[in-house]
């Protein structure tokens, strides 16, 4: 299984980004996909989560009300769209995947299998 994470960037603060990761190897039907960040001096952190079935999201108090999940069973997608987006959001944000829902344990890094290389999003004052 390869999770491949993109669309990180340089923006301003305020503005949007949409980060994407694309998933092969395997089709995830009944998975759970999620988003953690790390900043500089940092340990990672949970930012979303999503079920299988797309109808279940999670995210980190936070970003809610700013950062929206979505995934794409068919195309073994998950994005990530960041608006409003602080200073402090600067990191870099990896996607990961867990074989089955993980319930109530999404925020924990330990119950992802499989890990993206992390994409970087630089947020400018």
């Known amino acids: 299984v390869q999770l491949q994470a993109s669309g990180g960037g340089l923006v301003q603060a305020g503005e949007s980004l949409r980060l994407s990761c694309a998933a092969s190897g395997h089709t995830f039907s009944s998975w759970t996909m999620a988003w953690f960040r790390q900043a500089r001096g940092k340990e990672r952190e949970f930012v979303a989560a999503?079920?299988?079935?797309?109808?279940?999201?999670y995210y980190a108090d936070s970003v809610k009300g700013r950062f929206t999940i979505s995934r794409d069973n068919a195309k073994n997608t998950v994005d990530l769209h960041m608006s409003s987006l602080k200073p402090e959001d600067t990191a870099v944000y990896s996607c990961?995947?867990?074989?089955?829902?993980?319930?109530?344990?999404?925020?924990?890094?330990?119950?992802?299998?499989?890990w993206g290389q992390g994409t970087q999003v630089t947020v400018s004052s």
């Open positions: 990961a995947v867990a074989p089955t829902w993980v319930g109530s344990d999404y925020t924990l890094f330990s119950r992802y299998r499989y």
């Open positions: 999503i079920k299988w079935n797309g109808q279940t999201t």
